[in-house]
């Protein structure tokens, strides 16, 4: 009956909206009390809809009530404090299934609010009032919440682990440190979380390091896409200018050009018309001459006759000229064959936005060096197809398999000249330009007394000459000398060990943002020859030397 009382009056004094004892209680004007703060809280909380209401009976107000204190019950809440009565705990301070539960609670246990790592328990509010008061008990390590207390208890002694065996790594309890643990390096707990404390402080501080570095990368990174962005949008407005201006250029040459035909035209055409209109007067002036002569001529008197006749006036000279009969009608056709010219020159200079500009473009990298590859199949993600230029061709070398494949000739073949053409030795270039990294490999026979060398090189190396022009003895070009049974590498008439199996087949690498040239020699594996890390500073293309009955073809990737 007590019981029923005690729960009844907790009832009466307790706030419906925090369901603890009331504060600075206050009553609606419909009759019901709350905590100030509470029922503020909860209007405020109301106030964008116009109107307020109370928790309990859901009465309205159209303006805010004005609070007024309830005296009498505040004066009763007090006394009721004095006397121990406290309000119920609300659900949610109750330990629930994934809550680590107070140990000291009867019946239902509230929610633990610190564990204590001495006494091995979990206290809640409530209970944990004496390690907080008594001098003894605020010693005790509190740390939040854990069901894993005992852990912390030694399965052997029974006893509370303090203690750390570095030996075995591994905690353990002072029994177990003079025991099994006897002769081993042992240190409290509490030193080696120092320690550990101290190398983890370290590598936090390293990560942050990195993070920091990191940022820095990325904040790079971001300046050079903005610096990218800039510089390809300047290039695009650069260069739709300069074609703007090209395009004007040539609509006022055209313009030119036919204002000058049209006025040649009318110049001509006046000409024509004039020699016609005389032509025309003379043929009047022969008819009129010929009527006369007739006239004479039918006279049947011969006295008359011969009496005339010394009055005739001599024929004028005649206009008409035998050129005008034989004047082939082309007048204007050179005209037609200089535009073609001129046309056949601004192609040529125009496939170079292809062989010249294109390359440079696709050149930008801005972006971190990428890993070599490593197997072949590495490599051939990068592979090229390579045809050779007909242009280029020394005249003792014949080329076939599509523009792939060069042989030494003991005769000269019957090419056209041509300012490209290699002269003075036997060589050959790649029609297309060495662009981002790519891969491609050489299939060779090399001759009893031959060669075949495997370079790369800038497109205006010397095409005649002396070492000017050879593969690998100059500072345009990179050459893999590859013999019968050795290799050397050539480059600036200085050689550099190339050694590896000998194969009938060579790769070669290429990145040339990063600067890298590579050759290898391709068999079951791949074993690098030589290795190149140098700047380049024009578009590189493919070339190759075959002397004395040696072939070398450009191989077709798959």
Known sequence: MAQQEIQLDRERFCCSICLDLLKDPVATGCGHSYCKSCINTHWDKEEERGSYSCPQCRQTFTLRPVLEKNTMLADLVEELKKTGLQAAPADHCYAGPEDVACDVCTGRKLKALKSCLVCLASYCEKHLQRHLQSA?????????????????????????????????????????????????????????????????????????????????????????????????????????????????????????????????????????????????????????????????????????????????????????????????????????????????????????????????????????????????????KYSQEITLDPNTVNKRLLLSEGNRKVTWMSEDQSYSNHPDRFTGWYQVLSRESLTGRCYWEVEMEVGMRGRVDVAVTYKNISRAGGSECVFGYNDKSWSLFCNRNSYNFYYNSITAPASGPVSSRVGVYLDPSAGVLSFYSVSDTMTLLHRVQTTFTQPLYAGVYVYTGSTAEFYKLK
């Open 136 to 380: 003894a008990l605020k010693k005790h390590k509190l740390v939040k919440p854990s069901e894993k207390l005992q852990e912390n208890i030694c399965n052997r002694h029974d006893e509370v682990i303090k203690m750390f065996c570095r030996t075995d790594q591994q905690c353990i309890c002072y029994l177990c440190s003079v025991d099994e643990h006897k002769d081993h390096d042992t240190v409290s707990a509490a030193a080696e979380r120092t320690e550990r404390q101290r190398e983890l402080r370290l590598r936090r501080q390293t990560i942050q390091q990195r993070v920091q570095d990191t940022e820095k990368d990325v904040k790079l990174l971001q300046q050079e896409e903005e610096a990218v962005n800039d510089s390809a949008d300047k290039a695009v407005k650069d260069s739709e200018e300069i074609f703007t201006e090209l395009i004007r250029l040539l609509e006022k040459r055209s313009s030119d050009v036919k204002q000058q035909i049209r006025s040649q035209q009318d110049t001509e055409v006046s000409r024509v018309r004039e020699l016609q209109e005389r032509l025309e007067q003379e043929i009047t002036e022969l008819k009129r001459k010929d009527h006369e002569l007739k006239q004479l001529s039918d006279t049947e008197d011969h006295n008359q006759f011969l009496h005339n006749y010394p009055s005739l006036s001599p024929l004028s000279e005649s206009t008409h000229s035998s050129s005008i009969r034989t004047h082939p009608l082309r007048d204007f056709e050179d005209v037609t064959a200089a535009v073609s010219q001129v046309r056949g020159r601004l192609q040529h200079i125009l496939s170079e936005t292809e062989t010249e500009i294109l390359p440079i473009v696709s050149q930008v990298d801005v972006l971190l060096p990428q890993p070599e590859p490593e197997t072949r199949a590495d490599f051939l």
